[in-house]
């Protein structure tokens, strides 16, 4: 009966790669010259600010959801788990594909193994890609040694997990805040509303509320697609969670620009005055209206906040990897066809894969029964808090 | 001792001699057309650019602690001794992060070509380890652009501005921009009206980043143990309550 919206779906689907094959042909064949709107003034554009930044930050539902299953050993988001760990083992192998399409010399993508340069913020980021993906890839491995019931190898990774796990979080938390690291080396060129000496914090912080929206996000996606029901009081759980995060997230923006004395630019009328308006309304939104518990029993409007708070973000790395960046490079930018066809394809191809594996391995393993009962409860628990 | 290079905008005839001597020595093309161009670029690294009625002249100003080098992340650029900030193209990965990170927008990427490298002005490393000028330097006519040791350039700068205070704008471009570089520009006007960047921070950018970069170790290892002390206790309580639960 869903076979129509399918089709549609489908054609898309097959529109964005058609485009994604000939913007890589271009790539391929006329360098970055011919296939991207970059220049000597304007060196990273798009490939950089969404599908690198934004593909690490969307990822972050792992390490986040790993944190509080296991080292805080709250049992009841067992069930979330593994599809946000697929989503950032998937995400991180799409930020190396988009590293491919950016780098100049992909076929020496290896080189940061054997060239060190330890005082490079980008030396740190590539080490921390390198390392993460393999650990996601450690982390995501019992779904497929289950899948083919192979026992031995799942007795392994058991005995290493913790340490495994732990080094996960530390690389991600690295990580995720070194991408804001990466943009303290341009003061005079990121537009002052961005550039603070806080960006690490700031990154880190925003990637943990995008990790948890990516989850409710995916939980949605996933109870339709699999036609399951949404674990709903798990998800208003993350919610919470979630509005508590996006609260200090902001409140710590507002004292960073009153800190240094730039709230006055806000009266500008400029460009970035209104990019920066949408990134902040954009988180703002969803902060205040998940406060409510009225909205968080609503799946529509938990995943309207999911979305929101996943635009933010998106607009955030944009603003400080792009758009910021403009004025002082003393350029326009705006992304050639191309750029934005190879972007959307690794996007579509993201979203395939995660279907195709989810069905395929038990990533959405039914859970026993205990852990629904406990679910219940918190919904309960927290309409108490905030009644 | 280190070197640099000393320009002297008030002396610049405009002939572009260093243009044609820089193009002869990397073994790039030069006519009419290229010297046309204003802006450095992959294929001309130093170029002479016109304001109203004064020129000025655009290379790579090898700081002292440059951020290009601080950044790359193969360690493809390096500051030499002698004064240089020298690339090793075989390293490059095309990361583009020394472009993004030069305060000056100096390095330049050879976007066109399949197999690019970043091309920049090194002030002649082989040339001035072997003991020769740069080859802008030994072309100009008029001894606007001066190569030798950064020290005794300084010095020349300062004596040109206290002999002809009413010839000069009383500073010297380069001598704190970015912490220090090791080219110095004289001007008849401010700066910026010689299309010089008039933002560059003071500080060497390369301590930015390392403020958070030295951290690091000590936050991963912290944040290891605490994270391994918080599963223990997470995972105590949760033991102890089994077995609580057991005995009842
Ligand atoms: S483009 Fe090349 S030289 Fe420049 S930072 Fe990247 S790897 Fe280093």
Redesign the pocket.
Known sequence: MRLPKMTLWRVIFAAILISGICATYLRVMYGLGGSTNLSDRF?WGLWIGFDVMCGVGLASGGFTLVAVVHIFNIERYKPILRPAILTAFLGYLFVVVGLMYDL??PDRIW?PLVMWNPH?V?FEVAWCVMLYTTVLFLEFLPVVLERFGWSRPLEWIHKISVPLMILGILLSTLHQSSLGSLFLIVPAKLYPLWYTPILPLQFFISAVAVGLAMTIFESWHSSRAFGRALELPLVAGLAQILAVVLSVYLWLRFLDLSHRHVLALLTRNRVETWLFGLEIALMLAPAVLLYSARIRRRPGALYGCAVMVVFGFIANRLNVGTTGLEAGSGTHYIPKWSEIAVTLSIVAVGFAAFRAIASYFPVFEPVDGPVHKEGAEILEGSEVLSA | MSKAILYDSTLCIGCKACEQACAARWGMAYNDKIAAEEQISAHKLTCIQTHGEHFSRRLCMNCVQPA?AS???????QKTGLGPVV???S?????????Q?CPFQV?T?EWGRRLP??RKCDMCYERQSRGQLTACAEACPVGATRSGDRGELLAEARKRIADKPDQYYPAIYGLQEAGGTSVFYLSAVPFAQIGLPANVPREALPDYTWRVLEVIPGVASTGGVLLAGIWWIAHRRAEVAKAERERQ
């Open positions: 060196p100049g010399r080189h490079s980008m | 290009c950044v790359c992340p193969v360690g493809a650029i690339y090793d193209a390293k490059c990965i095309g990361c583009r992060y020394c472009m990170a390095p990427y490298r970043m």
